[in-house]
């Protein structure tokens, strides 16, 4: 969402509470947010709530503007890359149905030439009325987006369809209106995710810091562009993206059987998981009591997916690796990257800030088999996956090419 321009509209609903999170979460992904609000959006949420999430003016009226912009609607309209009204209120969404423009954003709507994403949220009741029905049906007809409303407790106290979806599920569906064009439609991508556990006792495990969110942007950014994806994943706190095929690991030969065994049938693996590279030789049956003196644990070793991957490698399978690193990056990236029989690895020093375990970012170091180094900016990891899709995609066409010659 980089540079991205998005029209946030938000009506006068209770739900306009959540399009503060929403604002929020576009911003920090990199979009220029221009928050556009109803007058009675302005009864449940101040403007400069908006102003201060986005770093942004807010646009309320057609005459009263920031800055002296006389056709704020026709300037919005020709800059934005994707508009999406979140509440849609009844009301609103009969003014659009049928063309009446008599407020900011209504008129604002009528000029814009991008996708628009429409989240209705009301009372049950209002949203089963027939009106509300046949507007909503009018809307799809006309090429809006529509997402429906997520059921559950209502501000009114009332149990149903009507609540405003998450901003998360918002941001996800406005993700994939930005899609780039499917160029991995028919590609087959495996992607592995999560630090693995493996146990000592029936309540203790040896494990790491991996958060998994580097795999699952991986995972998510190649559905979006039209890949078959498997995602082999290690615990972690995060929901799997929409749209591929989930398989949940826990220990590092769970993951390598999963994996393995799937190897065959894919034409691009990255491993973005942190497999443990030992595990207790033994197993306790029952939890380990603390006692007097020192515990010895006998530790023995995984087997190397990796490496077992670079060893099956066909000729037109693409292996992605990555490594993280505290000290001598640059030496330990080539070593893997040759040892393992890699078309690529992604290194990147977790001792850096914003860099590590668990972070919302990354800062990394591409090696290439040739030797060539390609340093990479601090940047969200949504940003990165795809960064590292266009690579892979490169060479992809490049062996593809090779065969054909």
């Known amino acids: 969402m980089g540079g991205k321009r998005i029209i946030l509209g938000v009506t006068g609903g209770i739900a306009a509470y959540k399009a503060c999170e929403l604002a929020s979460a576009l911003s ?28 942004r003016p807010v646009h309320t009226s057609l005459f009263h503007t920031p800055g002296g912009d006389f056709v704020p609607h026709i300037r919005l309209a020709s800059e934005a890359d994707l508009a999406v009204i979140a509440p849609a209120t009844a009301n609103f969404l009969a003014k659009l149905a049928w ?15 991008c996708p628009v994403l429409l989240c209705p949220a009301m009372n049950t009741a209002m949203l089963m009325h027939p009106a509300v029905r046949a ?8 090429g809006y987006h529509i997402m429906e409303p997520a059921a559950g407790h209502l ?3 009332a149990q149903g369809p009507g609540r405003l979806p998450e901003p998360e599920e918002i941001l996800e569906r406005i993700a994939d209106l930005l899609a780039p064009q499917k160029d991995y439609r028919g590609v087959k991508v495996l992607v592995t995710a999560g630090g693995t556990r493996e146990p000592l ?15 699952y942007a991986l995972a998510r950014a190649a559905a979006r562009r039209g890949a078959a994806v498997t995602l082999v994943s290690a615990p972690t706190a995060l929901k799997p993206p929409k749209g591929v095929e989930f398989v949940s690991v826990e220990t590092a030969r769970e993951m390598y059987r999963e994996v393995v065994s799937r190897f065959p049938l894919q034409d691009v693996v990255i ?25 010895i644990l006998e530790l023995e070793k995984n087997p190397d997916i990796l490496f077992e991957l670079g060893r099956q490698k066909l000729p037109h399978q693409v292996l992605v690796g990555f490594a993280a690193e505290t000290a001598d990056l640059e030496a330990n990236a080539r070593e893997k990257l040759e040892k393992k029989n890699l078309d690529l690895l992604v290194a990147n020093d977790v001792t850096r800030p914003g860099a590590g375990f668990g972070w919302d970012t990354n800062e990394v170091k591409i090696f290439y088999p040739d030797g060539r180094v390609q340093p990479l ?20 066409t490049l062996k593809t090419t090779r065969a054909e010659g």
Do not use: W
Request: net charge positive; aromatic share 4%.
């Open 28 to 55: 920090r992904r990199g979009a220029l947010v221009d928050v556009v609000m109803t007058r009675a959006a302005q009864e449940f949420v101040r403007p400069l709530t908006f102003a201060a999430l986005t770093g």
């Open 99 to 113: 063309g009446l423009a008599d407020d900011l954003l209504s008129t604002l709507l009528l000029a814009l030439r």
């Open 135 to 142: 507007n909503l049906q009018r809307l799809r007809e006309m």
């Open 155 to 157: 501000a009114c106290g």
């Open 201 to 215: 006792d029936p309540v203790r495990f040896i494990s790491n810091r991996s958060s998994g969110k580097m795999g």
């Open 271 to 295: 491993k973005a998981a942190a497999v443990a590279d030992y595990r207790p030789r033994v197993v306790a049956a029952q939890k380990i009591k603390k006692k007097e003196g020192t515990l």
């Open 377 to 396: 900016p601090l940047m969200p990891k949504e940003e990165l996956a795809h960064r590292l899709l266009d690579i892979v995609r490169e060479i992809r």
